[in-house]
């Protein structure tokens, strides 16, 4: 099983100049570990696949590693196949109390996790979340989960009502101007950025999550007048993220719009691509 999410969408327009088989987001039967170690089991496993001998593998920042290969992204092929390779030190078994469902949704969530690690949020921040589709969805649901003070602003009140299920305070676009400690870009768009910049208070702090092939352009002088700082947020950590889901149900299910058989692999994409939707989920 494996998710088509925005990051796939973006490959597809041109991000990364990637060429081969994409997906990223994936829950799997190991059918062959010379090891033994990991055959038969269910798995998922970390996009990033370091060198371990370049400067910054050996410094620990092995996600940043200046000759890795990025699943479904960056010189290796992806999940979207019947079968795949990986190495074994990027393996994590999943214990049988998460859903195959659930587990297409630990990368992301590790992502999301990330968040809290790259900057310290108080329980007293207030933190808004732009954009209301799978990620932004996502990392509202999960923060909330954790205890922050979260809303969430978008463009789909159908949408919107799904984080209202979970009373996360939701608002349409122009519907709020409040102005919080911490805005996060969610959006998918190159515009998102700026937007973020003028929801956040002055020292206030802009993290960003989106990912897009367009480039876009700041006011500098906004920046430095405010104060504001710029996070750059990208991959987490799988293990916490497998924890989460093993100790807590998030109702993931509900961020789930469609699953088609892998037969429909195309028409799951254009699908994604023309309907705007929630989760889109391939079935092998």
Do not use: W
Not at 44 to 69: F, M
């Amino acid at each position: 099983m494996a998710g088509i999410c925005g990051t796939d969408l973006e490959i597809q327009a041109g991000y990364k100049n990637f060429v081969g088989i994409p997906g990223h987001e994936f829950v799997g039967i190991v059918e062959k570990d010379p090891s033994c170690k990991f055959t038969d089991k269910r798995v998922t496993a970390e996009i990033n696949i370091p060198c371990n001998d370049c400067y910054l593998c050996k410094s620990g920042k092995k996600n940043h590693c200046v000759n890795r290969k990025v699943v479904g992204m960056l010189n290796k092929d992806g999940a979207f196949s019947e079968y795949m390779t990986i190495k074994r030190e990027n393996l994590h078994v999943i214990p049988e109390k998460v859903s195959d469902l659930e587990a297409v949704f630990i990368e992301p969530l590790a992502a999301v996790l990330e968040i809290p690690e790259k900057i310290h949020i108080k329980l007293t921040d207030s933190i808004i979340v732009l954009g209301d589709g799978k990620l932004g969805l996502l990392t509202a649901v999960t923060l909330h989960h954790l205890g922050y003070n979260i809303s969430i602003i978008g463009k789909h009140q159908q949408k919107l009502a799904i984080a209202a299920e979970y009373d996360i305070p939701a608002f349409l676009l122009n519907e709020n101007t409040e102005k919080y400690d911490i805005a996060i870009d969610t959006t998918g768009s190159k515009s998102g950025i700026r937007d973020a910049l003028k929801a956040v208070k002055p020292e206030g702090t802009a993290v960003l999550k989106t990912t897009v092939a367009d480039k876009t352009f700041l006011d500098l002088s906004q920046i430095a007048v405010n104060e504001l700082s710029i996070i750059g947020s990208r991959c987490g950590p799988f293990a916490a993220a497998i924890r989460l889901l093993s100790l807590h149900d998030l109702k993931l299910h509900k961020l789930v719009e469609k699953i088609f058989n892998f037969d429909n692999a195309l028409k799951a994409f254009q699908y994604a691509e023309e309907k705007g939707p929630l989760k889109i989920i391939l079935q092998f």
